[in-house]
């Protein structure tokens, strides 16, 4: 079952974030499974919204974030927030 992930990141710039995920994006399968992803900015920080086919998935991806997150100096982060979905849909795709 789909699970949607919420992550709250005060304190995190889009520089930042961009970083990473420029860090991440050159490491092969690290985003199998996440079938959407946002990245907001809101006054204190960021908050990222994601969608991964399964929590096992996210998990797997955690395990490699986390390193690479320590690396550049992000400090521990309150684990985000994890629910299953009821449903989700992405318009234009089949299904």
Not at 17 to 35: E, I, K, N, W
Not at 44 to 73: C, H, R, T, Y
Not at 78 to 85: A, G
């Amino acid at each position: 079952m789909a699970i949607l992930v919420h992550a709250v990141l005060d304190g995190v710039s889009t520089d930042q974030y961009d970083t990473l995920h420029a860090r991440l994006q050159s490491m092969p399968g690290v985003f199998d499974g996440c079938l959407a992803h946002a990245c907001v900015g809101t006054d204190s920080g960021l908050e990222i919204f994601d969608i991964w086919a399964s929590e096992e998935q996210m998990k797997a991806f955690a395990e490699k974030m986390m390193p690479v997150a320590a690396d550049l100096g992000w400090a521990d982060r309150p684990r985000p927030r994890v629910v299953s979905t009821h449903n989700y849909w992405v318009p234009g795709a089949d299904g």
